[in-house]
């Protein structure tokens, strides 16, 4: 009974404030425009390359979650012709992935926030609760991280991305970027149509995170099959850390959680 | 889907514990609406004198509800949607309890607001959406499809609130919201109709950096139309509209957050915090202030002055008027809102509700002032109410469908049950409680014992074993049996808090092997798949707290693997046969991988790989059966395991929940035809542990059941030598005899049949009682033999069904019947259908379509019909059923007068007709209420069947009022209990005067009178039965039977002469 009051008014405030420091690490990769300034935000640049081929080149800069610059080089296959292309200077593309993380981050922080010091915890169930809640928006912070969209080639084209750049893009190639893991990642689809007339039967790619060449689509009254797919991808190191900072506080709460739980086994009466 | 179930929750003394997380009060305010962090939304009366109480339960969603939103026109349609955590929406009827709509999509919603222009628009409305995902989301009202999203040009981010702007002045509807960062977007909704309708892209009106975090509300003032309030958590502020420059600033105090607030009335606003309290602020006008010290109008004399920005600004500040706070300051988070009614009889309530699951309610002031002296006036809390105290306060609804067995048991209060399991096959209800004991009684006896009058018989004599062996709560039970036949029948596994799981045999009671685990309390028990490759061996999967995962050898008796590695609670547990390999997928998205034979731990993988192990074993299992075990912690038996689900309710994270319970009962009501179609469904909540049960009813099935039932009935009885079956019977009944000698009406009752049994269905439940402990130990026989061949099986199960049926019918009939209405029919209820009086009233369930489900709470009753009348009136659903009933009895004469009622002649007949015919009458409504499109098609049969093509009208453009199932079928069954009963007073009355002169007793002469009618069930029933004998038995069935009924002269009875029983009945022989 002594030992319980004292995990709860000792060691849970001690965890939880092992946790917001851990997070609030995390958040700070994350590198929050504080309060909506968005002034002074480092921009980072990344080179992406493949491991091989040099047929993609790339260099992607990122400021916060978004995109604001990116230089694409393109070299065809076919005719060996070398394609440039960047963002145009007024635009910038958010990576919807990392803004989604940020904001799961922060109301996990806020979550711990609202217990600090002060607070008294009363029951066990509180504290279950509360890192239920936690871990929660932790685990979907990592989720956005781990698992990119499945987007479906049609929505690729529609999507804002392909107006963005100067000189634009051909209309046989599509660009995507997305995140995985650790990872930035950028894929090339370069696109030839399929005449109405082709014997060949039509059937729509579904949604995937990466098509694969020979995945036809419609879009536009046009019905287009995928030639060649392009991936290049680049490690940002602030993500890694921010994942490893997921995992680690996530392990927390659960320790927490079993401490809590070993209590209640121990009395057989209802202690929550 | 299944609509014709019908579901009676039986409660424990606890109440399901409900977390609210979002709340709201109807426009009408007369319903309070609760989503809580367990996945149930809660339905709370209000009345006008703003007392709580509450009435339903909604089941359906798996996850924490996140909000609550009107989803109609209320006037309209009594509609409104909730959100969860994990994407489910859900728009239920308010009234009915009922799930209209329900949809899963990828999106978590923080708030829902319905917007509908009337004349500008098709459809049922849009529900704004904003939550963890860019800007705002269109969903459909009616079709909870997304259509359209309403996109910013910059800054997109999460929104975090958001308010609709009505506003006169520009005659424009927008949408003002404000960003997880700060920025506030403001949407034109009226203008931007058509747009959206052709699904070209909206994009902001205008956009403005706030410099404020975590924003939690944000109001527009509708009195000035001028002022904006925007609340974050560590202040709040006021902006002028039409520019939105800032007013005014208000920090809150350090340990406080504020969590909302509301517009009160012109430069009066409320705010609160999310610890539960609340603060009215006055915004003062400094100029009008400096001429009159202390103005509370400043209001009016603002409205003098030009209304100009430049005068607005810098002269409003808050001045704090009145204040609500909570009694002892709570620990728990609070979720509060406000209702803001002007007209009568409407109030201003100030509402919230507890982690706890208490509500509060605050009546706030028209003209709320401060004390004299100036400082701020506490505003008293009106009314407060938790699901407990209702529990409490009904105490006799709230019983625990096996708490009068521990109450009798040894006077000890009665232990809290923690988990149970049904095993439909044996009609057994397992019930482990929180002190250690196993309880194994019979289900459908248990249940009428809980649940009917009288029945102290029945509960004296209900067999139940107690098995003693674990030392804490008896945390999870598993009847392995259920699904896969290489299982024992008579084993069933409980695994208790102690960390042991013992292996019972169920019919004896004796432990047959103790597995001491030591790795911290049982949470799970779980069935080995089928194509394990050592088939013949029993094996069990247990999970236990310390995320351990244990294989227990039910034959050898060993434990063959214990995984102790896991860091995360264990979420999967799949079974790789051709490498002998069991892989465990944890909460945090992690593979353990162990081989089998040495007991060690293979691979340990993360991330993508885990992933694709999980998956690509699903794939491989799937190909050579339905071998794999698809476990998710929180439902507590796979999907192959069939019968029961019990389900917790786990807040977060995703889990099967009810929607399995609910599909696998319904398959199972669907599959398992020859059975069951009466079913204990044991439910279990997440955070307590308590526990409770929902019977479930089939009506349809059991209205097939009673028909073929009794056809196979006069079958049997005129083949009554040469048939096997009734054999079989026979040697039964004669066993039972064997245990009856010294009863004497032992010997009369050896051929009992089904018919027989049900009108003297209160000695045979005494015979069986008695007959119990053969029957089981004759149970057990059968199933050992069943084994060898199935076909005696199947027999003698058939046969039990005749008089589980009609046990069944009789008990959903006394849940359905308004007690107390009219004394007369409850005599005759009690008397002659056997359908005996309620303990209490009974929560009734509505099973809507797709697994959703509303269970009326203890306590349902006491507003709607609270003084009917001076007699205690029980079970009556509302004021409504007796007009309904009254105005079905009118159709139902004028239709009958020209007929000259053939038909009713036959309700007075039998009593086990009686009990048919009111049960296909309820199967009949059912049905028509359910699928009112296919009445139209079919009307013609059904007018057949119904005898009236008005009554069948009638109960259309029932359902077509939104009355309730319930009612339209508590109400035809009293109108059809009315004409049942006048039938058979007609026929009384002719025989009134010979049993007048008999009995020359004008005291007794309801006595006669009521063995008239007996007799005349018995005359059908002799009438089948040649052998006088069996006369002999039901009638002292009938002695048996009045002997019961309190209102009797005992001696008098016993006196009366059998000869003259004989003699009627021989008479009516004749024919």
Do not use: G, I
């Given at each position: 009974e002594e030992e319980f009051k004292w995990l709860l008014q000792e060691e849970v405030h001690a965890v939880l404030k092992q946790l917001q420091d851990i997070l609030k690490e995390a958040s700070q990769r994350f590198a929050l425009p504080a309060g909506g300034s968005a002034g002074a935000v480092k921009q980072q640049n990344f080179a992406l390359s493949t491991s091989g081929t040099d047929q993609v080149k790339g260099v992607l800069t990122l400021q916060g979650d978004a995109l604001c610059q990116a230089d694409v080089n393109l070299k065809m296959p076919r005719n060996n012709q070398l394609l440039h292309f960047a963002f145009r200077e007024d635009k910038q593309w958010k990576l919807q992935q990392i803004q989604d993380a940020r904001n799961h981050v922060n109301q996990a922080i806020y979550l711990l926030m609202n217990r600090d010091v002060s607070y008294q915890f009363k029951t066990g169930s509180e504290v279950l609760k509360l890192m239920d809640a936690v871990m929660l928006q932790l685990s979907r912070a990592r989720n956005r991280l781990t698992t990119p969209a499945t987007l479906t080639l049609p929505e690729i084209a529609s999507s804002g991305l392909t107006k963005m750049f100067t000189p634009a893009l051909p209309p046989d190639i599509l660009v995507n970027f997305y995140i995985n893991l650790n990872k930035l990642c950028l894929t090339v689809y370069q696109l030839h149509v399929l005449q109405p007339s082709t014997t060949k039967n039509f059937k729509p790619a579904g949604g995937s995170i990466l098509h694969n060449p020979g995945a036809m689509f419609e879009f536009g009254n046009q019905r287009y099959e995928v030639s060649h797919v392009h991936k290049v991808e680049c490690v940002i190191p602030w993500l890694n850390d921010a994942l490893v900072f997921f995992t680690v506080s996530l392990q927390l709460c659960q320790q927490l959680k079993d401490k809590i739980s070993v209590f209640s086994s121990y009395w057989n009466y209802r202690p929550y | 889907m299944k609509v014709s179930v019908q579901a009676v929750a039986v409660w424990g003394k606890i109440a399901p514990s409900h977390s609210v997380t979002a709340i709201m009060i109807t426009d009408d305010q007369q319903t309070i609406v609760t989503g809580s962090q367990e996945g149930q939304i809660c339905l709370w009366d209000l009345s006008s004198e703003l007392k709580i109480s509450s009435k339903e339960i909604l089941f359906g969603h798996t996850a924490s509800v996140t909000c609550l939103a009107k989803a109609r026109e209320f006037e309209k349609q009594p509609y409104v949607v909730s959100a969860t955590e994990n994407g489910e929406m859900c728009v239920w009827n308010v009234t009915s309890g009922q799930c209209i709509e329900n949809a899963k999509l990828p999106y978590r919603h923080t708030a829902i607001y319905y917007y509908h222009c009337s004349f500008r628009m098709t459809g049922e409305g849009w529900l704004l959406c904003c939550g963890e995902y860019q800007d705002v989301l269109i969903i459909d009202a009616k079709t909870l499809g997304v259509l359209h999203t309403l996109s910013s040009s910059q800054y997109s981010d999460w929104i975090n609130c958001m308010c609709i702007v009505h506003s006169v002045r520009i005659q424009e509807d927008s949408l003002v919201a404000v960003s997880v960062t700060g920025v506030l977007k403001v949407w034109d909704l009226s203008s931007s109709l058509n747009s959206i309708q052709e699904r070209q892209s909206v994009c902001e009106k205008e956009s403005k950096s706030l410099d404020c975090i975590n924003c939690q509300a944000v109001r527009f003032c509708t009195y000035t139309e001028r002022l904006l309030l925007v609340v974050s958590s560590t202040c709040w502020q006021v902006y002028d509209y039409c520019d939105f420059s800032l007013l005014c600033t208000e920090f809150c105090k350090s340990g406080q957050c504020f969590a909302g607030g509301e517009v009160l009335a012109a430069y009066r606003l409320i705010i609160w915090t999310e610890d539960g309290h609340s603060y009215i602020y006055q915004l003062l006008n400094r100029w009008a202030q400096m001429g009159n010290s202390h103005k509370k109008f400043s209001g009016l004399s603002k409205s003098i002055y030009p209304a100009d920005g430049k005068v607005l600004k810098e002269t409003v500040y808050p001045h704090l008027l009145c204040f609500t706070g909570v009694k002892e300051n709570k620990s728990f988070p609070f979720v509060m809102g406000f209702m803001n009614e002007r007209k009568e009889p409407f109030y201003k309530v100030l509402f919230s509700g507890e982690a706890s699951g208490r509500i509060t309610l605050w009546h706030v002031p028209d003209v709320p002032v401060s004390t004299f002296d100036g400082s701020p006036k506490e505003i008293p809390i009106t009314a407060t109410w938790t699901l407990q105290d209702n529990f409490d306060e009904h105490h006799s609804m709230s019983e625990g469908i096996i708490d009068h067995l521990c109450a009798s048991k040894d006077g000890i209060k009665s232990a809290v049950v923690s988990s149970s399991v049904y095993i439909p096959s044996l009609d057994k209800l397992v019930c482990g409680c929180e002190n250690g004991k196993i309880f194994v009684t019979l289900g459908l006896k248990t249940a009428r014992a809980r649940l009917l009058e009288n029945v102290s018989l029945l509960k004296d004599y209900l067999p139940y074993k107690v098995l003693n062996g674990h030392s804490s709560r008896v945390t999870c039970l598993l009847y392995p049996h259920d699904k896969s036949v290489r299982f024992d029948p008579s084993w069933l596994l409980s695994g208790g808090q102690d960390s042991v799981v013992i292996c019972w045999d169920i019919f004896t009671g004796s432990i047959i092997h103790q597995f001491d685990l030591q790795s911290g309390p049982v949470t799970e028990l779980l069935r080995f798949p089928e194509?394990?490759?050592?088939?013949d061996h029993s094996i069990v999967c247990c999970v236990c707290s310390d995320h351990s995962v244990a294989i227990l050898h039910l034959q050898k008796r060993v434990c063959l693997l214990h995984a102790r590695k896991?860091?995360?609670?264990?979420?999967k547990i799949k079974f790789d046969p051709v490498e002998n390999l069991l892989i465990v997928g944890c909460e945090d998205e992690s593979v353990y991988i162990w081989e089998i034979e040495t007991g060690t731990l293979e691979r340990h993988e993360t991330g993508e790989t885990a992933k694709v192990i999980l998956t690509s074993i699903e794939d491989s299992e799937y190909l050579v059966a339905d071998a794999l075990l698809p476990v998710s912690q929180e439902s507590k038996r796979n999907k192959n395991a069939g019968y029961k689900h019990s389900s917790s309710y786990k807040h977060g994270m995703v889990s099967y929940s009810l929607t399995h319970t609910e599909k696998s009962s319904d398959k199972l009501t669907d599959t398992s035809c020859i059975q069951q179609p009466f079913t204990i469904l044991p439910v279990k909540t997440k955070w307590n542990n308590a526990n409770f049960h929902i019977l479930l009813f089939d009506v349809e099935k059991l209205e097939e059941l009673l028909l073929s039932s009794q056809l196979s009935g006069l079958k049997s009885s005129n083949s009554f030598h040469n048939s096997d079956t009734l054999e079989r019977v026979k040697s039964t009944t004669e066993k039972r005899v064997l245990t009856l000698k010294r009863n004497k009406i032992a010997g009369s009752i050896s051929p009992v049949d089904g018919q027989v049994d049900t009108v003297c269905s209160n000695q045979v439940c005494r015979d069986k009682n008695a007959a119990r402990p053969l029957e089981e130990s004759g149970g057990m026989k059968r199933h050992k033999k069943m084994k060898s061949s199935r076909k005696i099986r199947m027999q003698p199960s058939g046969n039990i069904d005749v008089t589980v049926t009609s046990d069944t019918a009789k008990l959903l009939l006394s849940c359905l019947l308004p007690w107390g209405v009219d004394k007369e029919i409850d005599n005759l209820c009690v008397r002659h259908l056997d359908i005996l009086r309620l303990q209490c009233p009974v929560s009734f369930g509505l099973v809507s379509s797709e697994n959703h489900l509303s269970l009326m709470l203890p306590g349902w009753k006491c507003t709607d019909c609270g003084v009917l009348e001076e007699r205690a009136v029980i079970n009556l659903f509302s004021k409504r059923v007796i007009d309904l009933s009254n105005k079905y009895l009118a159709a139902a004469e004028g239709q009958t007068g020209e007929k000259d009622g053939p038909e009713n002649n036959d309700y007075g007949t039998k009593g086990l007709e009686t009990v048919f015919f009111l049960f296909s009458r309820i199967a009949l409504i059912n049905r028509i209420i359910n699928i009112p499109s296919a009445v139209t098609g079919k009307s013609r049969y059904y007018s057949m069947d119904f005898g009236s093509v008005s009554l069948l009208k009638l109960i259309c453009c029932w359902s077509d009022q939104s009355i309730k199932i319930i009612e339209a079928m508590q109400a035809v069954l009293l109108a059809e209990v009315q004409m049942a009963m006048n039938t058979l007073r007609k026929t009384t009355i002719c025989s009134d005067p010979l049993a007048i002169v008999e009995n020359g007793n004008g005291k007794l002469q309801t006595l006669p009178k009521t063995e008239e009618r007996d007799l005349q069930y018995i005359k059908n029933v002799s009438l089948l039965f040649s052998a006088l004998k069996h006369d002999k038995s039901s009638n002292s069935a009938n002695f048996q039977d009045v002997e019961d009924t309190p209102d009797r002269c005992v001696l008098e009875e016993s006196e009366s002469p059998g000869e003259r029983h004989l003699k009627t009945i021989t008479k009516y022989q004749v024919p």
């Open positions: - | 194509n394990y490759r050592l088939k896991h860091l995360f609670p264990v979420k």
